[in-house]
């Protein structure tokens, strides 16, 4: 069986890049974004074909909201950015993991497990 490439979103970090009222209802900007990741499992990203291993990591008031087929979802019991690094590290360094992310100390911390990185603007939300 092939692994697909593991795409590991920060869905704080995402949701928080772009000030469209997301703080009103952090949970439901964090189930749009989840919802727009949907085809990114099945067609990949422009650089990243698909299909893809989709894990959106989320934290804080955001906990709770449910997988949908294509995204699995993870709710950090303390920090996201923890449970975000745990991730790449069960992976392993066999397998391809993207981290999305804009968080600079996050970034250091996965590309030191072997992990790639790219901004929040490469996924839709």
Known sequence: MTEYPLLVVDAANVVGSKPDGWWRDRAGAAARLRDGLATVATDGLPDLPGPL???LIVEGKARGIKPIPGVRVESA???GDDAIVGAVTSAGRERRVIVVSADR???RRVVDLGAEVRG?????R
């Open 120 to 124: 929040p603007s490469s996924v839709p």
């Open 105 to 107: 100390e996050l970034r």
């Open 77 to 79: 019991p303390n920090s």
């Open 53 to 55: 291993d989709v894990l």
